[in-house]
Nanobody, 124 residues
Framework: QVQLVESGGGLVQAGGSLRLSCAAS????????MGWFRQAPGKEREFVAA????????YYADSVKGRFTISRDNAKNTVYLQMNSLKPEDTAVYYC?????????????????WGQGTQVTVSS
C-alpha cells in the first residue's frame, strides 16, 4: 500500500531554515503529484505547496511564496520542502500528500494518501 513518511521537522528560531522530506513507497512515484499541507492548533489544514508529476511544475500558497521551495527526486521517491526565513506563524504540523497524476491541486480532498505529519515550531 502507499505510505508517506515525513521527517525533518523541529524547533527553529525565526529567520531560520528547515528542510522537510517525505519518503514515498508502494507507488510509482514519478506518476504522482505531491503536495505539502500544514495544520496549526485550532485551525484548518491548509495548502502549502505542490509539485506536478510531469514537467516539475510547482504552485505555492501566497503565505509561503518566495520563502519555501518544493522539489522532488524521483530516483529516491522523495519530495522536499525547503523552508527559509521562517516565521512564528509557520508553526504547524506539516503533512505530505499525494494523488495519482492530476494537476497542481490545493484542495485537501484532491489528495488520496497522507503522511503522519512532522512538527515544525518557530520561536520568536
Amino acid at each position: 500500500q502507499v505510505q508517506l513518511v515525513e521527517s525533518g521537522g523541529g524547533l527553529v528560531q525565526a529567520g531560520g531554515s528547515l528542510r522537510l522530506s517525505c519518503a514515498a513507497s508502494g507507488l510509482t512515484f514519478s506518476t504522482y503529484t505531491m503536495g505539502w499541507f500544514r495544520q496549526a492548533p485550532g485551525k484548518e489544514r491548509e495548502f502549502v505547496a505542490a509539485i506536478s508529476w510531469i514537467g516539475g511544475g510547482t504552485y505555492y500558497a501566497d503565505s509561503v511564496k518566495g520563502r519555501f521551495t518544493i522539489s522532488r527526486d524521483n530516483a529516491k521517491n522523495t519530495v522536499y520542502l525547503q523552508m527559509n526565513s521562517l516565521k512564528p506563524e509557520d508553526t504547524a504540523v506539516y503533512y505530505c500528500a499525494t494523488r495519482y497524476q492530476g494537476t497542481l491541486m490545493v484542495a485537501k480532498n484532491a489528495y488520496d494518501y497522507w503522511g503522519q505529519g512532522t512538527q515544525v515550531t518557530v520561536s520568536s
